[in-house]
């Protein structure tokens, strides 16, 4: 208690996150308060892309696996899609930390979420080892900010995930071929676009013949991790997940009004017509 008075003192430091002074000795400038604060996802979502459900329609399927409209209509590139909570207030923060602040002790935070995330697909995991696939920076941007935040939580994940015996850490399969453009205010098929062919598989060997799972901070709309499925699955990946430690949830009329006989107008960017393109056919 002393020591820590002292700290505070003498090194005063506020929250990060609300602006709460400090008192406690830590590497990580978050309160406590904050960090409960962040919490899983509650409520229905889509058993396949983990998007909210709404829709009494998405009910309709089988047992214990609610699918969005788009998701009972067309099969998404990759498996499963799950994530932790939702990206907004101080998770969204605590991951900027990460990202923009080079806060590093963040990653071990978010890698305890992560590996909840992970635990939620490991049922349908298989007995042999499955190969953890970050997504990878474009080598520009892994020069400007020292290190990738996809890696840095997945090792941190694999420390405390249930699976983590079954996990093989595969940090140089996913290659970024070029630095794409900000995805920021580009519609879906801009998206889409705008990552076909960023990404390339290095190391084919990897994931040949195994099931892999795509890891990264944040499933914005899903154009990155399909793209990633999309390529590893050429490569002879079985089948790929994916984990995330946020996700953008959306209202969107696309996943609350869809009913039975209804066309679909816009395809999410985590899925692909037809599916034979998903996987190179």
């Known amino acids: 208690m002393i020591a820590e008075s002292l700290f505070a003192v003498l090194f005063p430091s506020d929250c990060r996150i609300c602006g709460t002074p400090l008192v406690r000795i830590s590497r990580l400038p978050v309160c406590q308060e904050c960090l409960d604060a962040m919490r899983p996802i509650a409520g229905g979502v889509c058993a396949i892309c983990g998007e909210r459900l709404f829709s009494s329609y998405a009910f309709a399927g089988a047992p214990g696996e609610p699918r ?9 590139a990759f498996a499963r899609a799950t994530a932790y909570g939702s990206y ?8 900027h930390l ?6 590093r ?27 953890l696939v970050p997504v990878p920076l474009h080598r520009t941007k892994f020069r400007q900010r020292g290190f990738n935040q996809a890696e840095l939580i997945a090792r941190a994940a694999m420390k405390v995930s249930r699976p983590g015996d079954r996990l093989r850490l595969c940090a140089g399969v996913l290659e970024r071929k070029r630095d794409t453009t900000s995805q920021t205010g580009l519609t879906s098929h801009q998206r889409r676009e705008n990552l076909r062919g960023a990404f390339g598989v290095a190391q084919s060997e990897a994931v040949k013949g195994r099931e892999a799972l795509v890891v990264d901070d944040v499933y914005t709309t899903g154009a990155t991790v399909s793209e990633c499925a999309r390529v590893l699955r050429r490569a002879g990946a079985t089948k790929v997940w994916v984990a995330t430690v946020a996700r953008t949830l959306k209202i969107s009329a696309q996943h609350v009004e869809i009913g039975p006989g209804d066309e679909v107008e816009e395809l999410s960017d985590a899925h692909e017509v037809p599916l034979a393109r998903a996987v190179g056919g």
């Open 68 to 76: 969005c409209g788009l998701c009972r209509r067309i099969e998404p």
């Open 88 to 95: 907004e207030s101080g998770l969204r923060e605590l991951i």
């Open 105 to 131: 002790p963040a990653a071990d935070v978010l890698g305890r979420m992560l590996a909840e995330a992970i635990a939620a697909l490991e049922p349908d995991f298989p007995a042999d080892s499955v190969a």
């Open 98 to 103: 990460l990202k923009y602040g080079g806060v």
